[in-house]
């Protein structure tokens, strides 16, 4: 294992890692990653946040087949999009092998965090937007630490489209739901620079439309 990096370099560096080992990762380490998803904030520090490690191969299988089936459903659409903002068509076209990689091999991560919550007001209300932001700064938290300790992962929320099958797959309870997973392992690529279109090219000044002072 290497020595933990900073977290500007870990920021800049944590591409989504879609290809990853099947060897086992130790569980201080995943502990580690979580105590440091635990450090992020909730809607009125409800810490109504539930995460679930799975190990199980029996249960891993059965959430890449939902994975799998979703994938099914949004290929076409991921295939006739253009290219992501500054990305060309051939990174394009390596990153939905990267994705179609994940989708096969989804269940042989070693370990997958499945990120919930529980009894969460803000979807009583409605408020969709309000639950995520108390359960997605966590993850990416989560994604940060598992990059400062070389392991790799990605964001993923295409169970959703399942997610039913998922909550009995994992026996979550009525009240709880899933937000997303994070597939983790060591990588079989190398972690690189994380591309994206320039601060002046994204921010507005005081207004929408307004350029940023440069
Ligand atoms: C809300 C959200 C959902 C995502 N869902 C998935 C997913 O289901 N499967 C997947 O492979 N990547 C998923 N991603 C990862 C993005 O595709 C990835 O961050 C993006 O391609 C940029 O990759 P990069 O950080 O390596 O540049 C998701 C990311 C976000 C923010």
């Known amino acids: 294992m290497q020595d933990e990096v900073g977290l500007f370099e870990a920021i800049y560096s944590m591409r989504a890692m879609r290809r990853l080992k099947p060897d086992p990762v130790p569980d201080d380490l995943i502990r580690k990653i979580i105590d440091a998803g635990l450090r992020a904030p909730t809607g009125g520090d409800v810490q109504n946040w ?80 309000m639950s995520g932001a108390s359960i997605y700064p966590s993850a990416q938290n989560m994604l940060l630490a598992a990059r400062a300790l070389g392991l790799g992962s990605v964001l993923t929320t295409r169970h959703l489209l399942y997610e039913q099958e998922v909550k009995e797959a994992l026996g979550l309870p009525e009240n709880a739901e899933t937000f997303a997973i994070l597939p983790i392992g060591w990588p079989i690529g190398k972690f690189g620079a994380v591309s994206r279109e320039p601060v002046e090219k994204v921010t507005f000044f005081n207004k929408w439309g307004q350029p940023l002072p440069s």
């Open 50 to 129: 539930r995460f679930i490690v799975v190990k199980d191969p029996a249960i891993k299988q059965k959430i890449q087949a939902v994975y799998k089936r979703a994938f099914d459903v949004v290929i076409t659409r991921y295939r006739s999009n253009p290219p992501p903002p500054g990305k060309t068509e051939a990174q394009k076209q390596r990153m939905l092998k990267a994705v179609e990689y994940l989708t096969d091999h989804f269940h042989e991560a070693p370990v997958l965090i499945v990120c919930c919550l529980v009894n969460d007001a803000a979807r009583s209300m409605g408020l969709a937007k």
